[in-house]
């Protein structure tokens, strides 16, 4: 019986960490933006090229 009791401390001590973390996260902001994941979509993304410059190119090795 005192295993019992045991995992319920434990357990409620792992639930208000939780909690604790929670409400750190909403009282620093962590969730204030909502606006701007919704904008995200239609924005275009100028990274998307490759670096090299050759997306898409086809080389033929066969000719030398």
Do not use: N
Request: include cysteine.
């Amino acid at each position: 019986m005192s295993v019992i009791v045991l995992l319920i401390c434990a357990g409620g001590l792992v639930a208000g960490g939780f909690l604790c973390a929670f409400l750190w996260a909403v009282e620093s902001g962590q969730f204030d933006d909502t606006y701007t994941p919704a904008l995200r979509v239609l924005l275009d993304d100028d990274g998307s090229v490759s670096p090299s410059g050759s997306e898409g190119a086809v080389h033929d090795q066969s000719r030398s």
